[in-house]
């Protein structure tokens, strides 16, 4: 099972081998893939830090504990209608983002993302609501 918070979700649809360090990539590609091979794994949501978050490089300012990130956090699992603590599976995000989410909420819920401006999560979306699932990271 996976540790991940509300905004990770989000981050999954959009991930497409970039990041922050080789270390944070690494970790983000076998956590990715592993979801996608294997959408009946389950997922617990936590607040804050996660396992992702635990290869964030640490060259300065942490950001995984800043407030914005907790009310992007916050704003995914309410779109979604979850709350932290629950335990479902990668299977049952992808339904529940099919049923609540349009690429264009992107715009809203990350607005202050610095990834946002790649398109790659509304793509992500876009891949969700076509049936695709998470796409092949190379």
Known sequence: M????GHHLFCLLGFRGMGYSQEYVENMTRLHQ?????????IQLIKGPDQLCEK???????????????????AILGKLGLQV???LSWEDIESLIEKHVVPSDIQVVCESCSWRSY????QGIR?????KG???VK
């Open 127 to 131: 891949d969700i609501l076509e049936g």
């Open 119 to 122: 398109g790659v999560c509304e």
């Open 56 to 74: 964030y490089p640490n060259s300065g300012e942490y950001h995984c504990q800043d407030e914005h990130i907790y009310k992007r956090d916050a």
């Open 134 to 136: 998470l796409r092949v």
């Open 2 to 5: 996976f540790k991940l918070r």
């Open 34 to 42: 592993t979801l996608r091979e294997n959408p009946k794994m389950n």
């Open 85 to 87: 603590g629950q335990i």
